[in-house]
């Protein structure tokens, strides 16, 4: 992903989101789409990189991301509704 800043890289991370939520909703009257599955398990990745990603580079999204090295110092940074991400 390299040079984007946290706004994108947030942006990103939210139409991943989608696209995974999206295709998990066909595959429940689909179950038998091997493609759509090969898409979901792609997408899938790619959004668990980027959460990854994110959690080194900013801060954690989740309490699922939050190691050691982070702590629990999200609450001590602005949240998006708040200009966190600009």
Not at 6 to 13: A, D, K, R, V
Not at 18 to 35: I, K
Not at 40 to 65: G, H, W
Request: charged share 20%; with cysteine.
């Amino acid at each position: 992903m390299g040079a984007i800043n946290q706004s994108q890289l947030l942006e990103y991370i939210n139409a991943l989101s989608l696209a995974q939520y999206d295709t998990a909703l066909f595959l429940d009257t689909h179950p038998c789409d091997t493609d759509a599955q090969m898409y979901y398990d792609k997408v899938n990745s790619m959004l668990n990189q980027a959460r990854k990603e994110y959690s080194a580079r900013f801060t954690p999204l989740t309490r699922d991301e939050v190691t050691a090295k982070n702590g629990w110092d999200w609450i001590n940074h602005p949240w998006p509704w708040e200009g966190g991400c600009k």
